[in-house]
């Protein structure tokens, strides 16, 4: 039996054919996986499912009954729930208040009831963490466990997943997937939405193809009727996938790089995080001019604090920061932009831009109080920022209608081109980079990297923070490793191993150390 059926779904934002005329159904204790470019309607479709979005044209049936999903309370009423790609969650309040925001019925919270239930659901599904801590106090990955145990909490039979690996490092991609087959064996049926080819394939059911708002191909893995290997039908998919998508340039020669002099230092930095306690100790490196730097380490080991110091976010305690020469320890987040140094974080919506403006807004965020776009930061030339705006998108292929279009109608792939453009445009000095290529498909993410492959033989020293160790390997220089707050090693990209990279993430120092 279909616990979900939706029938000819078209959904259109002006001129923007989002959906075409879409059938996706979900059986009973079934991983439904939902793969496409970014851009290709995925997210759309399933916002229309969670009552976010109302169709223009279709139908949808829920266990074999039509209903009209017109806002996302009904949609929970019906036992459907979705985790979204960008956080829902308040900041200031505690995780076990957010579980029960929208959820309570009382006057006074249950606290005492809904804690131990909390404990139930999280030995259930190995999702441990504090019920009493802040949400701003957990990183990307420890907030998504949040929403996931919210979902769990609410009694859902069906979970929507929006790309739900693009902020979790490969162990907690591990743990995730062990996850999802509790949730398949304990009755639930999940959507999967992703544009990652190799986990559709590892947890999914059945995986439907949407290219361009449309419906592509559909592939039963638990019933492969042709007899085709994985091979053949992963071959099919990609080919359906990327049919007529212009193809990365990769004929486009990167110059050979060359390093010059030390453009940063930083001298036993010490920093503390929003805690209140020490998240980086006596750390100490430089990075040369035209290099690439890579920082390995699993999340929450000081990498975020570490960009955020270098970049003015954030305060240091003790040690030293110099740029070329010139001290900018405890400097303003101006005057280290103004120094040439620019930051790209991986929280692109909480932190990265404003879903409430444009793209042509939010790419001139830098650099609108400067000629043409504005005149001595007054008044703003309209037509200036529209342009640009429009030269980014095509330069950075970013998926949009117009350089008008709000950004957090934009999927979040797109979101983070736009971001990557902004930065890459200022001609930095130093850049940094905190998971450039999350969220991104395979042609995107490899068009990001070359992108920042040509930036730094312009002379640009990147710095990259990232736990994907493909990414760290093909990209960097020499390749650092953080935990617990200390740089363990900095090692040459020729000599590293991934074994020993892996040993380092997890703290085992290299032998003689």
């Not at 999350?438 to 002379?459: C, P, Y």
Request: glycine letters at 8%; one cysteine or more; charged letters at 30%.
């Amino acid at each position: 039996m279909n616990v979900i059926e939706m029938k000819g779904i078209t959904k259109r934002f002006n001129d923007l054919i989002a959906n075409d005329n879409i059938y996706f159904d979900l059986g009973e204790s079934e991983i439904h996986t939902l793969l496409g470019e970014n851009g290709a309607g995925k997210t759309t479709l399933m916002n229309i499912l969670s009552g976010m979005y109302q169709p223009d044209e279709g139908r949808i049936y829920v266990k074999g009954k039509k209903v009209n999903i017109s806002s996302p309370e009904i949609s929970l009423n019906l036992g459907i729930g979705m985790l979204y790609q960008h956080f829902t969650l308040v900041p200031t309040l505690s995780v076990l208040e957010n579980i029960l925001l929208g959820t309570n019925k009382k006057f006074f919270l249950p606290k005492k009831e809904a804690k131990k239930k909390f404990n139930e659901i999280a030995k259930q599904y190995g999702l441990h963490m504090d019920p009493d801590v802040k949400v701003w106090q957990l990183s990307l990955g420890e907030q998504q466990k949040v929403e996931i145990i919210k979902l769990f909490y609410q009694g859902l039979d069906v979970l929507i997943l929006d790309e739900p690996t693009s902020v979790l490092t490969p162990l907690e991609i591990e743990d995730f997937f062990r996850m999802l087959k509790s949730m398949k064996e304990s009755g639930k049926s999940v959507i999967f939405i992703t544009h990652k080819l190799k986990e559709a394939f590892r947890i999914s059911n059945k995986i439907t193809v949407l290219r361009r708002g449309k419906k592509v191909e559909e592939v039963d893995l638990e019933n492969k009727t042709e007899g085709k290997g994985k091979d053949k039908i992963l071959n099919q998919i990609v080919e359906v996938m990327f049919k007529d998508v212009e193809p990365i340039e990769e004929a486009k020669e990167i110059p050979k790089r060359t390093m010059g002099e030390t453009v940063l230092s930083l001298e036993e930095v010490t920093v503390k995080n929003d805690k209140g306690l020490e998240a980086l100790h006596k750390v100490s490196f430089s990075l040369r001019r035209g290099e690439i730097l890579g920082i390995a380490g699993v999340d929450g080991n000081g990498q975020k604090e570490l960009a955020e110091v270098i970049a003015g976010q954030r305060k240091v305690s003790s040690g030293r920061i110099s740029i070329n020469g010139t001290d900018i320890t405890n400097k303003s987040v101006k005057f280290i932009n103004n120094k040439g140094v620019f930051y790209v974080t991986d929280d692109r919506m909480g932190e990265g831009c404003v879903g409430n403006l444009t793209l042509a807004e939010n790419v001139i965020l830098r650099c609108y109080k400067k000629e043409p776009f504005s005149n001595k930061g007054i008044i703003l030339n309209l037509k200036a920022i529209e342009e640009y705006g429009e030269e980014l998108i095509r330069s950075f292929r970013v998926k949009a209608p117009t350089a008008k279009a709000l950004v957090k109608t934009l999927s979040g792939g797109n979101i983070q081109k736009a971001l990557l453009a902004r930065e890459f445009s200022q001609q930095p000095i130093i850049l940094i980079c905190s998971k450039p290529t999350h969220g991104l498909d395979v042609m995107t993410a490899q068009f990001i990297l070359n992108e920042i492959k040509m930036q730094s033989s312009r002379g640009t020293s990147v710095l990259l923070i990232s736990s994907d160790l493909e990414e760290i390997k093909e990209l960097s220089d020499r390749i650092g490793v953080i935990f617990k707050g200390e740089l363990l090693d900095i090692l040459s990209n020729e000599k590293a191993t991934r074994e020993e990279i892996g040993r380092l993430m997890l703290g085992l120092k290299r032998k003689g150390k």
